[in-house]
């Protein structure tokens, strides 16, 4: 079989426009947000035809949903500051930077958005969350090695319980977070991991 | 001035007609769930003009913002077990069965939706959660008569670090949820409570 026949291959036209479709995506979401974005818009950015669009991505979630695994994927260092505390607090700052800062939150804001109106969405953002536990489990066991917290303590639940109260403010009381706020919430959950409250 | 005129005490047509209102708007969410609210078919089912409909509360997010305070004012009774990992583990219950019953979701799930939405349906869900953790306070308090956290502990922090990691696994890494997960998440922030996490 051609390439010209599947055009999957990396290179390949398929593989361009989906480039140049997932890069119109997140463009048209840093200059208009969330609310604003239509497949027609992102259709003229791209230079690809909207039946196109429509056809493999479905909708603007689709295509939000499409871009998040494409525009994070694999690009996050996990932090590695030499205690559990320095690591979940470097998280937690990136996290409230990434979702203040106008000029990085468009993404991330779409991607929790979007997963309301959009199965298609709640599984891409449930599927990046499940790849960032996977690689953020390294900060725990790292500091069970240190000695620590102790040996039995759930890695994936530490991350969730550090990062929760940043999410809690943002989307559910819908109060302002800042690097204070970050760093408590690491600070409480290494606490409460070394009282052992994340026991496997 | 008349009571025809001014029309908003209660029991007069203002009133009465925002009551048909925000119960029809409870009723369609309760049957259609947040992506089919349509502010037409709120008008249809409470009889209220759409015109009124649109001048009062502007959208369907509009009208999910009133229909919160509307339908959850003053009815949340804060648990009162004896303990306060009691009385959160009880919060967390209620919260949970409260996000995940499908007979119960509806309003929850499309309050924090329409938030994404509409700033109007934004600021219910702060002011909501601001009574509630108001409210709230005084599990902590008593936590704190008894002695069993530190004096200066400040109970909305609690509140928030015990609810956190529930909303975290429904609208962020969209992980599923129950009474067991509710259980830990209220006891990891009595630990950490108890261990000086959330001093003033």
Redesign the interface.
């Known amino acids: 079989m051609s390439t010209e026949l599947t055009g999957s291959r990396p290179g390949g036209r398929t593989e361009r426009n989906r480039v140049a479709v997932l890069t119109a995506t997140l463009d048209e979401l840093a200059e208009k947000g ?2 604003g974005l239509t497949v027609d818009a992102v259709a003229e950015r791209s230079g690809v035809h909207k039946t196109t669009l429509y056809r493999r991505w479905g909708s603007a979630e689709g295509l939000v949903a499409a871009a998040l695994l494409f525009g994070i994927e694999h690009r996050w260092e996990v932090p590695d500051t030499g205690s559990l505390e320095g690591d979940l607090s470097a998280m937690n700052r990136e996290l409230t930077t990434y979702f203040t800062d106008p000029a990085k939150s468009a993404l991330p ?1 779409a991607s ?2 979007s ?3 959009s199965a298609k969405a ?2 891409s ?2 599927e990046y ?2 790849d960032r ?1 996977e690689r953020g489990a390294a900060m725990t066991v790292r500091a069970i090695a240190r000695g620590e917290v102790p040996a039995d303590t759930d890695p994936v ?1 530490v991350m ?2 550090a ?3 940043v ?3 943002l ?5 302002p977070i800042d690097f204070a706020i970050a760093d ?2 690491a ?3 290494v ?2 991991a ?5 026991a496997v």
Chains 1, 2 share one sequence.
């Open positions: 969330y609310p804001l929790v958005a997963s309301f109106q709640a599984d953002l449930r969350y499940a536990h639940e969730r319980q990062a929760a109260p999410f809690y403010r989307f559910i009381s819908r109060e408590r919430a600070r409480a959950a606490l409460a070394k009282a052992g409250a994340f």
